[in-house]
């Protein structure tokens, strides 16, 4: 389905998974991973399966719970399958949901990322094969070219290898075909993708995060590497280096927000980075107060690691109502304020009479700053100190997360000192640079950290003309 009020390069954002497996449950398994999956996507799902003979989709708007229920999962036969959860802020919310096939369905494709320019991809295909892609977004495009040349009888490792040089941007690709799974990671390796090995040979899988490996009892292998394809069929596990020139550049938001704690990058806890950036922030900003209260679930990490190093106690001020999604996935403004109002709880007899330290690990529009200070206030705390535990997000991302346009980021927009008065806080205080990539124990230079810095490794194309690179 092609919507017409989509705007093309506004992409989304997700996670994927893909399977290969010797028994006929691979739907079932990816179901399971996606649910492990869901924080990277609730506005949409899918599950394609191949059982050597064809391609099965379901897919559709809504949570992983309700889009693959017992009857569509027992019409996906097949021992592999992959599949997506879509994170989009932009863009039509009731279209353009993945895996993505056409109608010659002999390649699924689903993405993690965003391809920030797909000039040369849309040209390619609307040379050869005639057909207007205007409504296409750049997964859709992705699938298209790799058909594009299984149509000309190559094979699907042959076709990924010609379309590469197309791709210009940040991807985790799962790629599913009658007989093999798929997995291609771009060359600066920005999104995660790892590799498992499922219980008792019974084969392989790949995910966005390593907890969906976990999920699945499939014990992690390895990350799949910068520039790399993994093709799994009958005949087990092989690697392709396709990009051969690679730097890699993990992006540095998926240790802020984005991952699951419970989850490894770079061989690393992120649960344990995101303490250290707790107890890292807790050294650089000292402050007077009796509790260390968490903006839940993501900055409890920060929090614990806060309080930890700085001896104030840590206590649970604010709920977190499970049921609403995050804050970031409804696209209008007005709804998103409401809510952070119906997301997050106040614990009164908690925050009474306190001066409160309230930590969160990031602050990108400002929106649920504002809001909860307030909050905070009104249930009668006495100061309120806001702590960012990342720094100020100044630049706009195009790889894949869907961080607002830089018009937006308040950091960009403001100074420390008017966005502290904006939110009303007592004060407000953000780790430094140095202080997050300290936290991580990682080299800088292993980072993609353009949020911060405006430091973009893969080109940004249009875009980069509308960014403020000295805010
Ligand atoms: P705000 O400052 O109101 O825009 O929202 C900041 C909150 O959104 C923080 O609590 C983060 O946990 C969360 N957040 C940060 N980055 C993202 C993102 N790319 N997508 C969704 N939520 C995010």
Known sequence: MISQDFTPELSEKCAVFGVYTKTHYAARLV???LWALQHRGQEATGISTADGETIRTNKGPGLVASVHTEEALN???????????RYSTFGSPFSHFQPCYTEHNLVAVAHNGNLPTVDKLREFLIKNTGKGLDHHNDSELIQEVIEFYMLKEM???EAIEKSFPLFTGAFSLVILTKNKVIGLRDAHGIRPFSIGKLNNDEGYAISSETCGLDSINAEFVRDVKPGEMIVIDDNGLHS?????????KLDIFEFVY???????????????IRREMGRQLAREKKI???IVVPVPNSAIPASLGYAEESGIKFDHGLL???YIHRTFINPVHVMREKDVKLKLIPMKEILKGKRVIVIDDSIVRGTTSKKLVHMVRNAGAKEVHLLSASPEVKYPDFYGIATPTQQELIAAQMSVEEIRNFVGADTLQYLSYEGLIKATGIPEEKFCTSCFTGKYPIDIGEHAKNINFKV
């Open 75 to 85: 019409k996906l036969p097949g021992h592999m399958a992959i599949g997506h959860n």
């Open 320 to 322: 977190k109502n499970s």
């Open 288 to 290: 007077d107060a009796d």
């Open 155 to 157: 094979s699907v490792e």
């Open 240 to 248: 392709y280096q396709i990009a051969k020139k690679t730097v890699e």
């Open 31 to 33: 179901c399971t991973a």
């Open 258 to 272: 984005f991952s699951r704690p419970d989850s490894f990058l770079y061989g690393k806890s992120i649960n344990e």
